[in-house]
T-cell receptor, first 114, second 117 residues
Framework: AQSVTQPDIHITVSEGASLELRCNYSYGATPYLFWYVQSPGQGLQLLLKYFSGDTLVQGIKGFEAEFKRSQSSFNLRKPSVHWSDAAEYFCAVDPNQAGTALIFGKGTTLSVSS | GAVVSQHPSWVICKSGTSVKIECRSLDFQATTMFWYRQFPKQSLMLMATSNEGSKATYEQGVEKDKFLINHASLTLSTLTVTSAHPEDSSFYIC?????????????FGQGTRLTVV
């Protein structure tokens, strides 16, 4: 079945430590891929996106993500986490590359400890 | 970047009444908008695709008569929760894609927190 999987429901990282949030997708062709961040009670902010080309994409707030076709993955990384990064992170796909609705993973809650 | 404005940000209504939520694309035209529902600490679930000038397309399991969607112009889509009940309490988010930018990014409203008492 077509799906977006974020295996980690909740991750706690020490401030200053590195971060990796996992995302796997299950679609026939490579979809458009996105990472969004959501603060409590707020809408979604786009961190970065991948459509084609360089498989390592840079985003805002120091985030980056790497697309690995062989693993059907699009993991989000940050070398040094700040306390303000604590939020909910969603991986999303546009499965048809056709401007249809995005399909979201279940999300990963990031907590940052001091 | 493109802006999608959603109004109101929060609303409390009595059980049995109807509530209208507006979603506007402020600086681009959106022939298609999307409505999502998000339960606490859960992901966004697509409810329906709103098409300008035509009927909305609802996802399986979403009641068309309860969640009325109207997309009368290229910049405005509305979601009306009719005869609201406490189980309709949720966070509703709209989204639109900007075709003029190659349709490569989805922009989201800030969401509407609906509480039915």
């Amino acid at each position: 079945a077509q799906s977006v999987t974020q295996p980690d429901i909740h991750i706690t990282v020490s401030e200053g430590a590195s971060l990796e949030l996992r995302c796997n997708y299950s679609y026939g062709a490579t979809p458009y891929l996105f990472w969004y961040v959501q603060s409590p009670g707020q809408g979604l902010q786009l961190l970065l996106k991948y459509f084609s080309g360089d498989t390592l994409v840079q985003g805002i707030k120091g985030f980056e993500a790497e697309f690995k076709r062989s693993q059907s993955s699009f993991n989000l990384r940050k070398p040094s986490v700040h306390w303000s990064d604590a939020a909910e992170y969603f991986c999303a796909v546009d499965p048809n590359q056709a401007g249809t609705a995005l399909i979201f993973g279940k999300g990963t809650t990031l907590s940052v400890s001091s | 970047g493109a802006v999608v404005s959603q109004h109101p940000s929060w609303v409390i209504c009595k059980s049995g009444t109807s509530v209208k939520i507006e979603c506007r694309s402020l600086d681009f035209q959106a022939t298609t908008m999307f409505w999502y529902r998000q339960f606490p600490k859960q992901s966004l679930m697509l409810m329906a695709t709103s098409n300008e000038g035509s009927k909305a397309t609802y996802e399986q399991g979403v009641e068309k008569d309860k969640f009325l969607i109207n997309h009368a112009s290229l910049t405005l889509s509305t979601l009306t929760v009719t005869s609201a009940h406490p189980e309709d309490s949720s966070f509703y988010i709209c989204s639109a894609r900007d075709w003029s930018r190659g349709n490569t990014e989805a922009f989201f409203g800030q969401g509407t927190r609906l509480t039915v008492v």
